[in-house]
């Protein structure tokens, strides 16, 4: 790496250090919710690296893991659907590097620029996880925004 690009990087880094958690984390929750991020065109260079899996029951309950995606950065993840009225959504989130967020909307595919709930908004000084129990049904589909590596799934 360049002097330049690790001085630029640094500076960058001392700037988020700088405005502290909550102007960060608003920073982001607006950026979100504006919708600019979310139909902005992905380049190659800015396209976070997503996996995403299928695989079967959950060890630790009863309940049928639906999909799961790990990633950094911003993503839509495609449509599915949820049969039953209750299900689980999963979370884990890194923060490598100091502070972190990971905000998780859910959203209707019939109305897809409005969110439907917020299932997870965190600012994380260290690895952590999270379980939040969804009372919804349908087509549905996250936006997910971490500022760090993250694993998510759906348990129905």
């Known amino acids: 790496m360049s002097e330049q690009t690790t001085s630029q990087t640094n500076s960058q880094n001392q700037f ?3 405005m502290g958690a909550g102007a960060v984390s608003g920073l982001l ?3 979100l919710f504006s919708g600019s991020l979310c139909k902005a065109p992905v380049t190659k260079e800015t396209a976070p690296a997503i996996a995403v899996s299928e695989t079967g ?4 309950s009863s309940q049928k893991i639906v999909k799961t995606w790990s990633g950094s950065g ?14 689980k959504l999963h979370w884990q989130a890194e923060a490598p590097m100091g502070t972190a967020s990971l905000i998780i909307n859910l959203h209707d595919s019939e109305t897809p620029d409005v969110p439907v709930e917020m299932l997870a908004n965190q600012l994380l000084d260290s690895p952590q996880s ?7 049904s349908g087509k549905l589909f996250l936006k997910i925004l971490g500022t760090t590596p993250w694993t ?3 348990e129905e």
Do not use: Q
């Not at 911003?74 to 299900?87: R, V, Y």
């Open 57 to 60: 029951h959950s060890p630790a």
């Open 130 to 136: 999270g379980d939040t129990i969804v009372r919804r």
């Open 152 to 154: 998510v799934s759906i």
């Open 29 to 31: 929750v607006g950026v």
């Open 16 to 18: 988020l250090t700088g």
């Open 74 to 87: 911003l993503k839509n993840t495609e449509t599915f659907e949820i049969t039953s009225s209750e299900w």
